[in-house]
């Protein structure tokens, strides 16, 4: 079964910190990962796009990561400010189909 | 360029009654898809449209559920009756090509909640 699997669930962290979010997926096959934002009350943004032969790729202080092999993705936020706060969806693309298979999302709280 | 509009933002109904929303996409997207987010969770897709074909509908609820895209640009989608189990954000996406490397441009959402 395709299934897209998030950690942590939330995470609270101090500003400036850095911290690193997790995805593990099941989805094959494998198209591309993407990572999207989504800010209380809005709907979500693309962060960043990876397809398979892709391994690493940056947007800011976002720099997302991508392990075909064991299936993983990671997104590391560098320097947290306030502004991420918010909701961090992994969503995967099976190939052959339009289908997306959205995780749960992480829930990041930044504090001052 | 401006984004994908919907409306209305919120809708408070109660259960048996009927809703509607509706969603424009951005200029010359051909791709329209509308997703079901519930409190705590990732966006479901309902159904997914291209131009004004159905690409994909085979996670909405039929018997309760339609939606229809005239003429390949706005879109709406129709609850009746409503439960309350429908109570959620209904999101539409757009995209301008459905390939590898398409970007989905979500709208703000309608927040459902059903009484």
């Known amino acids: 079964k395709n299934q897209v699997e998030q950690s942590p669930q939330s995470l609270i962290i101090l500003e400036g910190k850095n911290c690193t979010l997790q995805?593990?997926?099941?989805?094959?096959?494998?198209?591309?990962l993407r990572w999207y934002k989504q800010d209380t009350g809005r709907g979500p943004v693309s962060l960043t796009i990876?397809?398979?032969?892709?391994n690493t790729k940056s947007n800011g202080r976002y720099t997302a990561t991508l392990d075909a092999d064991t299936k993983q993705s990671s997104l590391h936020i560098t320097a947290s400010q306030l502004s991420d706060s918010a909701s961090y969806i992994c969503?995967?693309?099976?190939?052959?189909?339009?289908?997306?298979?959205f995780g749960t999302g992480t829930r990041l709280k930044v504090l001052a | 360029e401006a984004g994908v509009a919907q409306s209305p933002r919120y809708k408070i109904i109660e259960k048996r009654q009927s809703v509607a929303f509706w969603c424009n996409p951005i200029?010359?997207?051909?791709?329209l898809y509308w997703y079901q987010q519930i409190l705590g969770q990732g966006p479901k897709l309902l159904i997914q449209?291209?131009?004004?074909?159905?690409?994909?509908d085979s996670q909405l609820p039929k018997d309760r559920f339609s939606a229809e895209r005239l003429k390949g640009v706005d879109s709406t989608l129709k609850i009746q009756p409503a439960k309350l189990e429908d109570s959620a954000v209904y999101l539409c996406?757009?995209?301008?090509?459905?390939?590898?490397?398409?970007?989905?441009?979500f709208g703000p959402g309608t927040r459902l909640l059903v009484l």
């Open positions: 995805c593990n997926y099941t989805v094959s096959p494998f198209s591309n």
């Open positions: 449209f291209q131009n004004n074909g159905v690409v994909d």
């Open positions: 969503v995967v693309r099976a190939s052959g189909t339009y289908k997306y298979i």
């Open positions: 990876m397809t398979f032969s892709e």
């Open positions: 200029s010359g997207h051909a791709t």
């Open positions: 996406a757009s995209s301008y090509v459905a390939g590898v490397q398409e970007t989905q441009y």
